[in-house]
């Protein structure tokens, strides 16, 4: 539910929107949006902008604003708030924000490209990734709690992806509304467990205390090094996420609907301990072989990998496994890299054709 907001005094001099396609993590996972260069190549610039660089500083990617719009004549000290459009819902809703951020003069690509001996990817087009901005500090809203907030997107998000909330010369009402719900979006969303030393030195903790803190969220410092990683950590951060309450909300709605979908099969729901499966359609190609279905609330590459682990074990028993085929059901269609490791290890991939889940797409529809 949008929460209501209250006047406070102004911390922040210089308030940006900006509207980007939507991610789980922005570190290098999947977009989804309704920008076009998104939905045509199934890929968006924005994928990086919450993964820190070499040099510790964070690049966003924004995408261009509407014909005859400037950049902003101030560069430095600006809050950016980064919104989409994202979830089952389809609504706008904030996803971070950078603080005491520059804005360049225009596109440059992202700094990973200037050590020669760094592997770092390009996009489908293989063309570098760029950026736009960038900031010391970034905080990313776990996607559980980003619908806490709802942002108005008509008509000002639809005419361009960039609004300058609080900036010189620029006073209307409807601006100070956005820039009093960018204000109560950060005292929201920041960790109260900061101390003022950490503030004036410009870091956030790697690590609050939950208890502390509004949301249970893990805020982002940016640092020359970066302690080494879990290996496969998007795996462990899935197996964590899928037990909170909005992911099996969503999994159950998906579920439903692929069920009256297929209301003309005979479906079958695992239920002894050893095959705790989502779904089996029976005789589900009308020559004797049955579809085994996994249910993923996401379509990012730690879900998937779960999913053909949870498959393989589960298909060890059921009644006909050798005339059992596998599938992963997604809510929106994955990314192509993830499609093709599906293929590669026999698993197919469902997906609902919009948010609706009025209708199913990939390799079988009923």
């Known amino acids: 539910m949008p929460r209501t907001l209250r006047r406070r005094s102004q911390k922040y001099p210089l308030i940006a929107f900006a509207k980007i396609g939507w991610c789980e993590t922005f570190s290098g996972d999947e977009v989804a949006g309704t920008h076009r260069y998104v939905t045509q190549k199934e890929e968006g610039h924005e994928r990086f902008n919450f993964q820190p660089a070499p040099d510790g500083r964070y690049y966003g990617y924004?995408?261009?604003?509407?014909?005859?719009?400037?950049?902003?004549?101030?560069?430095?000290?600006?809050?950016?708030?980064?919104?989409?459009?994202?979830?089952?819902?389809?609504?706008?809703?904030?996803?971070?924000?950078?603080?005491?951020?520059?804005?360049?003069?225009?596109?440059?690509?992202?700094?990973?490209?200037?050590?020669?001996?760094?592997?770092?990817?390009?996009?489908?087009?293989?063309?570098?990734?760029?950026?736009?901005?960038?900031?010391?500090?970034?905080?990313?809203?776990?996607?559980?709690?980003?619908?806490?907030?709802?942002?108005?997107?008509?008509?000002?998000?639809?005419?361009?992806?960039?609004?300058y909330a609080r900036a010189p010369g620029k006073s209307d009402a409807w601006r100070r509304e956005y820039a009093d719900l960018a204000e109560e979006i950060v005292r929201r969303y920041r960790p109260?467990?900061?101390?003022?030393?950490?503030?004036?030195?410009?870091?956030?903790?790697?690590?609050?205390?939950?208890?502390a803190m509004p949301i249970e969220q893990k805020p982002i410092r940016a640092k020359a090094q970066q302690e080494l990683p879990l290996k496969d950590a998007d795996d462990v951060e899935v197996v964590r996420e899928a037990g909170t309450g909005r992911m099996r909300q969503i999994h159950n709605r998906m579920t439903n609907a692929f069920r009256h979908l297929t209301a003309e099969y005979e479906l079958k729901e695992g239920t002894s301990p050893d095959a705790r499966f989502d779904i089996l359609v029976l005789d589900y190609d009308h020559d004797g072989r049955d579809l085994l279905v996994e249910v993923k609330s996401s379509s990012e590459r730690g879900e998937l990998r779960l999913a053909v682990g949870q498959l393989l074990d589960y298909r060890r028993h059921v009644r006909r496994p050798q005339m059992t085929d596998m599938a992963v059901l997604t809510?929106?269609?994955?990314?192509?890299?993830?499609?093709?490791?599906?293929?590669?290890?026999?698993?197919?991939?469902?997906?609902?054709?919009?948010?609706?889940?009025?209708?199913?797409?990939?390799?079988?529809?009923p």
């Open 62 to 163: 924004l995408p261009p604003q509407g014909r005859g719009r400037a950049m902003p004549t101030v560069r430095d000290g600006w809050l950016v708030v980064f919104v989409a459009a994202g979830g089952l819902d389809g609504r706008i809703h904030p996803v971070g924000w950078y603080e005491d951020a520059t804005f360049e003069e225009d596109y440059r690509t992202r700094p990973e490209y200037d050590d020669p001996d760094r592997d770092f990817p390009t996009d489908v087009d293989d063309v570098q990734y760029i950026y736009l901005v960038h900031a010391a500090r970034a905080f990313m809203i776990p996607p559980e709690h980003r619908d806490e907030f709802e942002v108005p997107g008509k008509p000002r998000l639809q005419q361009t992806s960039i609004i």
């Open 331 to 365: 809510p929106s269609r994955p990314r192509r890299d993830a499609r093709k490791f599906l293929q590669d290890v026999g698993v197919k991939v469902l997906w609902f054709e919009d948010k609706s889940l009025g209708a199913l797409a990939g390799a079988w529809t």
């Open 192 to 211: 109260k467990s900061e101390s003022r030393t950490e503030r004036r030195a410009g870091n956030a903790p790697i690590e609050g205390n939950p208890a």
